[in-house]
């Protein structure tokens, strides 16, 4: 798509007081990427943290974009998939920002997926005590979820993204074109965050996707609006609650379930990726609602017949593989990082676009959720 | 000195909006630092992190003093020294925080002199990102400058705190007593800070320390107030430019020639130490003024007078061991962090207590006024 063509894009703006900043959706913008952040910084040099499989489909364009707008460029490239998400790598890519002699007003780009996101971000939070950043989210997952709201981290042997920083960018470009790039599987798995911000509090949301999802991924003009209102739905809880003292808590419908699926899969992605485990996530965080009693098992059925329908799993019984008994499973449930003073905090919900903070939820209740689902 | 007889310490308020926080300045505040903590946070929990001389002397007590208030502890010991700030330690640091279990709301204690304060912040700000924090100084550098202001770091290949955070601790505990633990060596290079809040804007302060320094090297009453209108002075500062981009860069004076002698004699501390190099570049920016017609020789040579009378080194050539040539010394100053666009940023003055930032010094002035003094 040439650059006149190209519509024009969608902007999502992320409200922080002086860390405000804008996500902007839409066609062509590598291709622009230049000229926006000539026109938005005064950025003379950047670095572009990317990882090999993204860096080949679409580096050439970006730093041709870059160049043309007389910036200079510093390729940063990293191993593809999680294991780039350590102190090592860590370590490399600050070092290689600082070796580009990049000054404090200069830029650091995530160009790739939730990985590269979370790790640039971090390198550019403590190269030079922060420098610029901006996200270029390049899978669905990115530019719906990990690339809005200043999370970052890495992974170490007590768990996932248990070292970072609140870091925020200054701008996220996020290109709906390089999403035809990605594998069906992977798009699916981003999908299911898609899907939550219809569960957590936008009912009609949720009803719209139910409609439409097929243009979603087939590209069409419902593809853009999904990841628009998805970002927005982001940015206004993360504008509420920067920092996840309190509302942000929400973001993690589907999470306490999925991360237990994720650790109990020792994060093989061949069995499981983290899309799929928020999708199995969210079916079990309805389901135990109803449980519950609160919320119908109406509700439960209507979300897992939507994800089943796009081809994503909805129950345990899908994961390829052992799982662990259902006892170990609550053990890694205890672990999760949310546990606060040894009480259950769990996302549940009251039905479709109801979700909430439920504190103090009994271990002896989830436990036996989670019993009478492996004899199924 | 018990309990009871202590005398009411100083309190000095670091004002930044939701992240102020005391600095509390007195005698017997290891063995009280139980209590203040208990009754200023709820955490169930501390890390303690030190390094093993610190440790050896002192940590028996505030282990003792915080678990009369019911306050877990777990102490993190590094080896003391500038080579425990990389990432090597970093990693090991943060690991041991996470390993010890906890909580966002629990608190890292930074228990050392400088470089515990800077490994001990930066891994306080990246274990779950962003832990509770509290610097307990026990160098009089870190007491009066280090402590203070929220900047924490590590060294790389690339320099030294090129990587790092602003992360602002929520509570200081300054123990005058331990200073009398340091040698006199160690206790001078600290002393060269405090002299410097008088030279950046307080010449009452500098004329009053002309007066009293034996008192503050003896441990009389002139201690706690030099060290409290240090930490005052420090706090207005930051307060103003929390992540200097404008005023905060007065706390370098005389820094910039200070890093390219630490660079130029390869931070061996058996040559140089950090407060030496800081106070023969107080007298070498005070001297370059007065060159520049900026402000009277007579200005230069009282400081450099009172830096010699406390037994500090005012001079490049009371240095051991061979320098190289100017140029080389200039290439440091070049190569510094506070270099932007290229252009030389310098803290110069106009006479006692007051300095200045100057943007855009010749660089060919600088490096002739090094010739001169490397001829001398």
Not at 45 to 59: N, P
Not at 156 to 164: D, F, M, P, S
Not at 179 to 207: C, H, M, N, Q
Request: overall charge negative; proline content about 4%.
């Amino acid at each position: 798509m040439t650059e006149a063509s190209a519509a024009a894009p969608t902007i999502v703006p992320v409200k922080l007081g002086d860390r405000s900043y804008d996500i902007v959706i839409g066609s062509g913008l590598i291709e622009r990427a230049g000229r926006e952040i000539a026109d938005r910084t005064d950025a003379m040099r950047v670095a572009i943290v990317s990882d090999e499989t993204v860096a080949g489909l679409h580096l050439e364009r970006l730093t041709h974009s870059l160049n043309a707008a007389g910036v200079h460029v510093t390729p940063i490239i990293v191993a593809p998939g999680e294991k780039s998400k350590g102190f090592a790598t860590l370590e490399t890519v600050t070092n290689a920002i600082l070796s580009a002699r990049l000054e404090r007003g200069d830029i650091v780009i995530a160009f790739g997926g939730g990985v590269i996101g979370d790790l640039a971000g971090f390198a550019a939070g403590i190269a030079r005590r922060g420098m610029g950043f901006i996200q270029m989210p390049t899978s669905l997952l990115a530019q719906v979820d990990s690339s809005v709201g200043g999370k970052t981290g890495i992974n170490t042997i007590h768990g996932k993204n248990l070292v970072g920083l609140f870091y925020q960018p200054q701008l996220v470009l996020a290109d709906t074109d390089v999403l035809d790039t990605l594998s069906p599987r992977e798009f699916r798995a981003g999908y299911a965050e898609v899907a939550k911000y219809g569960l957590i509090d936008r009912p009609d949301f949720f009803a719209w996707l139910e409609k439409n999802w097929r243009g979603i991924f087939e590209g069409g003009p419902e593809r853009t609006e999904a990841i628009a209102v998805s970002c927005r739905s982001k940015a206004d809880v993360v504008a509420r609650d920067e920092r996840e003292t309190g509302d942000r808590a929400l973001l993690n419908l589907g999470h306490t379930f999925g991360h237990a699926l994720e650790t109990a899969t020792h994060y093989d992605s061949s069995r499981l990726v983290h899309g799929e485990a928020v999708a199995i996530g969210m079916v079990l965080a309805h389901q135990f609602s109803a449980k519950m009693n609160l919320a119908s098992p109406d509700d439960a059925a209507r979300v897992e017949t939507h994800l089943r329908m796009v081809g994503l799993p909805t129950s345990i019984h899908e994961i390829p593989g052992d799982l662990p008994p259902a006892g170990r499973l609550m053990e890694y449930i205890a672990q999760d990082k949310k546990v606060a003073r040894g009480a259950l905090t769990f996302i549940l919900t009251r039905g479709i676009g109801q979700s909430f903070i439920a504190k103090d939820v009994p271990a002896s209740a989830v436990l036996s959720f989670l019993q009478e689902k492996q004899q199924r």
